[in-house]
C-alpha cells in the first residue's frame, strides 16, 4: 500500500471550503466527502479537521448550526459563508495557477546535446 500524500499548508482548508460549498455538512460528513471526492486518496485525519474548521469559522468562512446527524445525534452542520465562497474562489485559482506550474516543470524533457 502506498503511502498517504501530505497535503501542501492551506489545502486542506480549501478541501473543507469545497465541500461544505456542496451541502451543509457535519465534520465526520466532510471526512467522508473529500474521501469520496478523491476516490480514496486524501484520507483526512480528525485531528487535523476539527482544528482547521474551528480556524475557518473564526474567520468567517463557515458558519454552523446545531443539527441532529443521520443517526439521531446532535452535530454541528458547517456551510460556506459569502466570505467562505470569495475565498475558495482566490484559493481555487491559487491552486490552478500553481498545479500549471508543477506540471509545465514536470513535463519538461530533457536537452539534447
Known sequence: MSKQPDLLQGTLDMLILK???LEA????GILLRIQQLS???LLIQ??????????????????????????NRKAK??????????QLKAETDN????SDGVLGVLKALPEKS
Not at 95 to 98: A, E, F, N, Q
Open 46 to 71: 480528525q485531528g487535523s479537521l476539527y482544528p482547521a474548521l474551528y480556524r475557518l469559522e473564526h474567520r468567517g468562512l463557515i458558519k454552523a448550526d446545531w443539527g441532529e446527524s443521520e443517526n
Open 39 to 41: 476516490e480514496g486518496r
Open 77 to 86: 452542520y458547517y456551510r460556506l459563508t459569502a466570505e467562505g465562497r470569495r
Open 19 to 21: 465541500s461544505v460549498s
Open 95 to 98: 491552486w490552478k495557477r500553481l
Open 25 to 28: 455538512m457535519h465534520g465526520y
